[in-house]
């Protein structure tokens, strides 16, 4: 693995673990197709999804995040020049998560999951309380101090309320399921690739103390972004699924893959926050580092 894709990997890896991994929100001013229900646009459904998702303040949410680094070169000193050596590795993030008060002083959250590779499975717990970040991971417990408005731009892409300008979506198509809820397909123009793993970077080196930014991305793009967003009758997000593929433009045969699904539990709804009753065991530290 080159040394871009490192950084890539550490990424993409800190980006699901401060759970800002989901697919995007916002409107569209190219609308595709229209709702046969009502006749709305594309981008009338999506700008009233996003009002919603602005005033959310408790969230409950199952993640599935599958991130697969596959690399392929030519064999030089093979006869056959169209002999390739290739690898391929795999790491799934499974989570379920539950913020109440978001954005608020009293906010809580508690986030419990495992991350898996190479057949060996790692429990990570995350957790907030009273203006304090909590990480246990490998039986280590750390804390770090941290203000909501921090916080807040770690997980505002999981309340849906992160948004690329409106001009960056494309090929929106409205339909329903079998259940009649609404279903949008989307995709993201250049810009908007670009922009998203940018924001994504960003958010995760203020918010979390981590050391993976933009500047990591040097030489790496985005060279495809889909997604679906599934909307109850009252266009609350029932589940966010997108899937983006990244390369490097220094490195050819290198490439990146995030699959990522979403499921929303009783979007709307007021949610409870249990937390462990062992926080006061946990380390001060001045940075947690997700990379």
Same mark, same amino acid.
């Not at 993409?12 to 401060?18: D, E, G, T």
């Not at 793993?197 to 993976?212: C, E, F, K, L, P």
């Given at each position: ?18 759970? %800002? ?53 030519? /064999?030089?000193?093979?006869? /056959? ?12 993030? !499974? ?49 770090? =101090?941290?203000?909501?408005?921090? *916080? ?8 849906? =309320? ?13 339909? =329903? ?10 995709? *993201?123009?250049?810009?908007? *690739? ?7 970077? &960003? ?11 933009? &500047?990591?991305? &040097? ?15 009252? &266009? ?13 433009? %220094? ?13 929303? !539990? ?8 249990? *937390?462990?009753?062992?926080?006061? /065991? ?10």
């Amino acid at each position: 693995m080159t040394k871009g894709m490192k950084k890539l990997s550490a990424l993409i890896m800190a980006l699901a673990l401060a759970f %800002s991994v989901t697919a995007c929100s916002g409107g569209n001013n190219k609308s595709d197709s229209s709702s046969e229900d009502t006749g709305r646009t594309a981008q009338e459904i999506l700008e009233s999804n996003l009002e919603k998702s602005k005033d959310m303040k408790d969230v409950d949410m199952t993640m599935a995040v599958k991130y697969v680094y596959e690399t392929s070169s030519e /064999d030089s000193s093979s006869s /056959d020049s169209s002999s390739e050596d290739s690898s391929s590795q795999t790491i799934s993030m !499974n989570y379920d998560a539950k913020i109440s008060d978001s954005g608020e002083d009293n906010m809580k959250m508690a986030m419990e999951g495992a991350l898996s590779a190479s057949g060996v499975s790692i429990d990570m717990n995350i957790y907030y309380s009273d203006g304090y970040y909590y990480l246990n991971m490998m039986d280590q417990k750390m804390k770090q =101090q941290m203000d909501v408005s921090n *916080l807040q731009k770690q997980i505002s892409s999981t309340t849906s =309320q992160s948004q690329l300008p409106v001009d960056n979506y494309k090929n929106i198509v409205v339909s =329903q399921d079998d259940d009649g809820n609404t279903v949008l397909d989307y995709e *993201l123009n250049e810009d908007g *690739l670009n922009e998203y793993i940018q924001m994504a970077a &960003d958010q995760i080196s203020s918010a979390s103390g981590s050391t993976a930014s933009s &500047d990591d991305l &040097d030489g790496i793009r985005i060279s495809s972004f889909s997604g679906t967003r599934t909307l109850d009758k009252d &266009d609350n997000t029932l589940k966010d699924s997108a899937e983006f593929v990244m390369v490097s433009s %220094s490195y050819e045969g290198e490439t990146v893959t995030v699959t990522m699904d979403v499921t929303y !539990n009783n979007p709307g709804k007021s949610v409870t926050v249990t *937390l462990p009753d062992d926080l006061n /065991d946990y380390q001060e530290s001045s940075s947690i580092s997700l990379n």
